[in-house]
Structures are given as structure tokens and as C-alpha cells.
């Protein structure tokens, strides 16, 4: 059974700092990509940043130059270092991993229980 497990989170000024982190665990043969992922009050859940094979890097326009996503393929998981924080940010936050389970097996996509982020102004 996999598992996205996340942590981090909370509250934040503006101008702040807060990080995710997201580990996978359980049988899998191959974690294609992780991402997270974040739905803010009003709005469709959205992407944020995602990472995929080869450390390619993708980043959703509000949050290129302030978000950090970084990935540790040998322990599975995926860290989101968020700067400059905004109350626009303020959301709840879904790490989520396409994965491979069995080597002739297709891909699933799996997702987090989510965690909040609140920032003030």
C-alpha cells in the first residue's frame, strides 16, 4: 500500500518562510514524478511545483522565484521550501506522486492528506 505522507506547514507571517516535506513509502518499483499541489480558498486545486526524472523542475508562475521544490530520489521524497510568503498562499497543501508499483504494471497517481498553510498579514 503506498502511502504520501506530508509534514511542515502551519502559520506564517508575510514575507515568511515555511517548508513541506512528503515522504512515499510502501512496494513501489518506480516514483515517476512528485509535485505539490495546493487549494486556496474559492479555487480550483492548482499546481505549484513539480519535479520529474533527470531533476527537471516545473514551477506554477506565482510561485517561480519564491518556492523551492527539491526531491531525494533515494529516500522518496519531495520537499517544498516556500519564501516570501504571501497571504495569497494561505491554502491547504497536497503532495502527490505518479508511481509505478509493479515493474509491468501501469502508473497511479497518489496524493496526500494535505496540510494547511495560513499566512497573515
Known amino acids: 500500500q503506498v502511502r504520501l505522507v506530508e509534514s511542515g506547514g502551519g502559520l506564517a507571517q508575510a514575507g515568511g518562510s515555511l517548508r513541506l516535506s512528503c515522504a512515499a513509502s510502501?512496494?513501489?518499483?518506480?516514483?515517476?514524478?512528485m509535485g505539490w499541489y495546493r487549494q486556496v480558498p474559492g479555487k480550483e486545486r492548482e499546481t505549484v511545483a513539480q519535479?520529474?526524472?533527470?531533476?527537471?523542475?516545473h514551477y506554477a508562475a506565482f510561485v517561480r522565484g519564491r518556492f523551492t521544490i527539491s526531491r531525494d530520489s533515494a529516500e522518496n521524497t519531495v520537499d517544498l521550501q516556500m519564501n516570501n510568503l504571501i497571504p495569497e498562499d494561505t491554502g491547504v497543501y497536497y503532495c502527490?506522486?505518479?508511481?509505478?508499483?509493479?515493474?509491468?504494471?501501469?502508473?497511479?497517481?497518489?496524493w496526500g492528506q494535505g496540510t494547511q498553510v495560513t499566512v497573515s498579514s
Open positions: 502527490a506522486a505518479r508511481i509505478r508499483v509493479r515493474v509491468d504494471g501501469p502508473t497511479n497517481d497518489y
Open positions: 510502501g512496494s513501489m518499483f518506480s516514483l515517476v514524478t
Open positions: 519535479t520529474f526524472s533527470g531533476g527537471i523542475t
